[in-house]
């Protein structure tokens, strides 16, 4: 058992909230990516497949080539200050902690983990502990649940939590896909680009897949982004001609989720449409799936195809309605928790707070 979670009379109680994501590996390298893949691919939560039939496949056709492969993907998108998907979930975890500081008196503390890689949770967890939180809210930075995305976090925690003697109390948030302000930033993201650079001739809408069998043993995820796009079209008052739901990231020969993605992309450029915009709701953060796979492989296969102009418009990353939307999102679930007194000009604060993030007077 953890040692460092030896309870001592009169400590201070607070609350926290624990950010999780997927995760990144350190490096774009193929030494990096080796350890970072075997974990992620070795988790029963993404991957199904029994393991006396996977692991042949993982040890000896996956790790000899994929993790070179995979480095030379990332090192397209690397940013100065790391991987993208590291970036923008460390900046949106500092700007919810300062917006819960302008809410409450004792705010909560705010951190963030990867399921896989680092900071891990396990490590993120012990912190916080340390540090006096014996409530904490789990928030997966993924919209629409899924057993692959969202459980496997849960599961992290869980596991983590099995070596604490002293446990803290939790909460966990299973999905947004249809949270008022999550969806109203979605749409205003792109009607800021559509400002900018026109609208298209169809918007795509991808989501990462699953396979197919998930939805079929129970998984809601499908439905999560159907109803996530139909709530995004509907804001945007577009027709069902409009837009198409796909979904991106196949992985193996298995059937997934349908539409492909890149069959429609394809499919769109040999029809002669003249302008495709994608948006990926899924992510939060942009990240190897929307900044290569999208923006690069996607525009790629339909410009070949015979389409003429290709956008992708970025995920929701630091817009300020989006973080005004976590914030929503994490003070709802916190409600009930003592040690959370609200500030007396809470009101007023909240008003001067959304004007500052964008919001009309």
């Known amino acids: 058992m953890n040692s460092k979670s030896i309870y001592c009379h009169g400590d201070a109680s607070k609350i926290g909230v624990l950010l999780v994501n997927l995760g990144t590996p350190n490096a774009p390298t193929?030494?990096?990516?080796?350890?970072?893949?075997?974990?992620?691919?070795?988790?029963?939560?993404?991957?199904?497949?029994?393991?006396?039939?996977?692991?042949?496949?993982?040890?000896?056709?996956?790790?000899?080539?994929?993790?070179?492969?995979?480095?030379?993907?990332?090192?397209?998108?690397?940013?100065?200050?790391?991987?993208?998907?590291?970036?923008?979930?460390e900046r949106q975890t500092k700007l919810l902690r300062k917006a819960l500081q302008a809410h409450y008196k004792n705010a909560p503390l705010v951190e963030y983990a990867?399921?896989?890689?680092?900071?891990?949770?396990?490590?993120?967890?012990?912190?916080?502990?340390?540090?006096g939180c014996d409530r904490i809210l789990i928030l997966p930075l993924f919209p629409?649940?899924?057993?692959?995305?969202?459980?496997?976090?849960?599961?992290?925690?869980?596991?983590?939590?099995?070596?604490?003697?002293?446990?803290?109390a939790l909460r966990t948030i299973k999905h947004y896909h249809d949270y008022p302000g999550y969806i109203a930033a979605l749409a205003q993201n792109i009607r800021d680009y559509w400002a900018s650079y026109g609208q298209p001739d169809k918007l795509v809408i991808s989501f990462h897949g699953t396979p197919r069998a998930n939805l079929d043993k129970g998984d809601p995820y499908h439905c999560y982004c159907q109803k996530t796009g139909r709530l995004l079209a509907e804001a945007l008052q577009l027709a069902s001609n409009q837009y198409q739901i796909c979904f991106q990231s196949r992985f193996g020969k298995a059937q997934w989720l349908m539409p492909?993605?890149?069959?429609?992309?394809?499919?769109?450029?040999?029809?002669?449409?003249?302008?495709?915009?994608?948006?990926?709701?899924?992510?939060?953060?942009?990240?190897?799936?929307?900044?290569?796979?999208?923006?690069?492989?996607g525009k790629d296969l339909f410009i070949r195809a015979g389409g003429k102009e290709f956008h992708y418009i970025p995920c929701l990353n630091e817009r300020a309605d989006w973080i005004q939307a976590l914030v929503d999102i994490t003070r709802?679930?916190?409600?009930?928790?003592?040690?959370?007194?609200?500030?007396?000009?809470?009101?007023?604060?909240?008003?001067?707070?959304?004007?500052?993030?964008?919001?009309?007077?």
């Open 260 to 297: 492909y993605t890149s069959d429609t992309l394809i499919a769109l450029g040999g029809h002669g449409v003249g302008r495709v915009d994608v948006v990926c709701p899924g992510f939060v953060s942009d990240c190897l799936e929307t900044l290569e796979e999208i923006a690069m492989e």
């Open 332 to 361: 709802e679930h916190l409600a009930g928790w003592d040690n959370l007194e609200p500030l007396q000009e809470s009101l007023q604060l909240s008003r001067k707070l959304a004007l500052q993030l964008g919001a009309k007077d």
């Open 30 to 89: 193929a030494e990096a990516l080796r350890p970072y893949l075997k974990e992620f691919l070795s988790n029963s939560r993404v991957i199904e497949v029994p393991r006396v039939i996977w692991w042949p496949i993982l040890y000896g056709f996956i790790l000899p080539f994929r993790p070179k492969r995979s480095a030379e993907k990332y090192a397209k998108i690397w940013l100065p200050e790391g991987s993208p998907l590291k970036v923008h979930t």
């Open 114 to 131: 990867m399921n896989i890689g680092e900071p891990s949770i396990a490590a993120v967890l012990e912190k916080m502990q340390q540090q």
């Open 144 to 168: 629409q649940y899924a057993a692959s995305s969202t459980a496997a976090a849960i599961d992290g925690v869980f596991t983590a939590l099995a070596k604490m003697r002293n446990q803290p």
